[in-house]
């Protein structure tokens, strides 16, 4: 027997070990073409939402049991949304909360004004949340 048979033999240098490396190179290559293909085809459908922007413009007020809130909504053209304005006491606990439907507008940015009624004294009114509907 040659030496660099037995060396080969010995360090595992075998035409059997060597198609078994390229099998797993193979499988894990798949794998990872597999994954990145699937998180492009994710990605890319994952953008196509418009996005909408809300800012509080200012609050006032009233009296113990109504505030009134300020905000601006930013969305594509023709978009309807919902928005959730929300009346915070002086310990930032939710004291009112009132969700507002908004027609779709031919104006990009709007703005709104709003009274929520409250359980007692707020301290702020704010925007919580908006989502296209």
Partial sequence: MPVSSNLDDRYGRTPRTRLRDR?????????FALIL????????LD???????ARDTRHQII??????VTFEVSLPTGTASSCAVQALNETFTVVGWKVLDL???DQYTRSFTEVVHTTEL????????CWVT
């Fill in 23 to 31: 099998r797993v190179l193979w499988i894990t290559a798949g794998a």
């Fill in 103 to 105: 027609p779709p507008s």
């Fill in 63 to 68: 009296d113990d049991n109504s505030i009134s």
């Fill in 37 to 44: 293909t699937a998180w492009v085809v994710w990605a890319g």
């Fill in 47 to 53: 953008g196509a939402a418009p996005t909408i922007e």
């Fill in 122 to 129: 707020s301290n702020t009114g704010l925007i919580y949340r």
